[in-house]
C-alpha cells in the first residue's frame, strides 16, 4: 500500500506533490497543538521532510524542517509548556533542526545516487541494446539487390530495437533465388536470440534440402521444437523461384502475393498456409506447392506486424489494404513498392507507432524493364 501511495505521488505533478507534503506538515502540527502537551509528535514529522526531500529536492527538505521547528514551538506558545531551564527549548529544536537538516540530506543524496546508478544502468542497456541492433542487422543480406535475373528489396524494422522478424535471400545459380521471411513469437532480445538460430539453421539446411522445400520445414520445425525449453515458434514463407516457377512452403505464415504482370488487388494470387507454425508440433508435416513465375511477376512478402498496424480508433491495416497498396505499384521496381507499402501503412496508423516488428520483402522476375 506505502509503495502504491509513493508510485502515485510520483506520478503527480510538481504542484501536486507540494501540495500533499504542505498538507500533511498542516495535518501533523495542527493534531501536535490541539493534543496533550504530554504527546509527543516529533516522529510523524518525519514524513512529510522526507517526502519534501525525494519529491521537491532538498531545498524544499529544507524547507519543511524549519516549518516543522516553527510548529514546535508554537505548539510550545499554546500549551504553555514550561522548562526548567530557559535554554532548553532552544536545545531541543537546535538538535531536532540538525536531525532533520541531516535527514533531508541523505534523502536526497539516496536519490541522486539511485538516479544516478539508474541512468547508467539504462546507458549500459542502451549500448548494448544498439550492439545487438547492429548485429543483428548484418545477419540479414543486403536490402537491396538487382542481379541474376532479379530484383529484389527488403525492409526490416524492429519495433524494439531487436526483435524476432528476419528475411533471408540466397542466390542458388544464375536463375534460382531462395527466399524466407519469418516471424518468432515474442517480441524483443529473446525473439532476436532465437531469429538468429533459425536464420542459421535456415541456411544450413538450405544447401541441401533446396529441392524439397517440405523436407526443409520438417527438419527446421523439429530442430527448433528440440532446443526450446519455453513454447515458442516460428512462422515461416520459404520459396525458390527457378524455371519460371515458385515453390513455397508456407508455416502458417501471412499469406504472400503473387502479381502476375497487368494483375491488380484481386488478381493476386493468395500464397496461404500449407502447414503449421515451425517448432510446434513434433513430426509437423508440410506440403510444398509450385505456381507459374513468369517474366516480370512480383512476390510480395510481409509479417503481421504490416497486416496488424493499427491506426487510434483500433482498426488495422490489414490484408485487404496490403494487397490493394501493393497492386498500385506493382508496376514499379521493388524498392519502390517496399518503400509506398510502409507509407501506406504509416498513414493508416495516422501517427500511431507500430506496435510490432514489421518485415517487407519483394521480389521480381525481371523481363520488360519496370517503371
Known sequence: MTRAFFGR??????????????????????????????????????????????????????????????????????????????????????IGLAFFVFLSWLTGSLKVALERDMRARSEALER????????????????????????????????????????????LGSDALAVAVADVSGKGMPAALLMASFLASFRGLLSFRAGRLDILAEDLSERLRTSLDAPRFVTAFIGVVEDGALRYVNAG?????????????????????????????????????RVPFPRDALLVLFTDGLTECANGAGDEFGATRVAEAAASFSQAA????????????ETHAAGEPFSDDVTIVCVRRRGAKAA
Open 253 to 289: 505464415h501471412e499469406a504472400g502475393l503473387l502479381f502476375r504482370p497487368g494483375a491488380d488487388a484481386a488478381g493476386a494470387v493468395r500464397l496461404r498456409s500449407t502447414g503449421p507454425a515451425l517448432g510446434i508440433l513434433p513430426g509437423a508435416r508440410f506440403r510444398e506447392v
Open 128 to 171: 548494448d541494446l544498439a550492439m545487438a541492433r547492429d548485429v543483428q542487422a548484418a545477419l540479414l543480406p543486403t536490402r537491396w539487390q538487382d542481379g541474376n535475373g532479379f530484383a529484389v528489396a527488403a525492409e526490416c524494422r524492429q519495433a524494439f530495437g531487436v526483435g524476432g522478424d528476419a528475411y533471408d535471400l540466397e542466390s
Open 334 to 345: 521493388p524498392i519502390r513498392i517496399v518503400e509506398g507499402l510502409l507509407r501506406a501503412a
Open 9 to 94: 505521488l510520483a506520478q503527480r505533478s510538481r504542484t501536486v506533490r507540494a501540495a500533499v507534503v504542505i498538507g500533511l506538515l498542516l495535518l501533523i502540527g495542527s493534531v501536535d497543538v490541539v493534543t496533550s502537551p504530554d504527546l509527543s509528535f516529533l516522529a510523524f514529522y518525519f514524513l512529510p521532510v522526507i517526502l519534501a526531500s525525494w519529491f521537491l529536492g532538498r531545498r524544499e527538505g529544507l524547507a519543511i524542517a524549519l516549518a516543522s521547528v516553527a510548529l514546535w514551538t508554537l505548539d510550545d506558545m499554546v500549551s504553555h509548556r514550561h522548562y526548567s531551564h530557559p535554554g532548553i527549548p532552544i536545545w531541543n529544536r537546535s
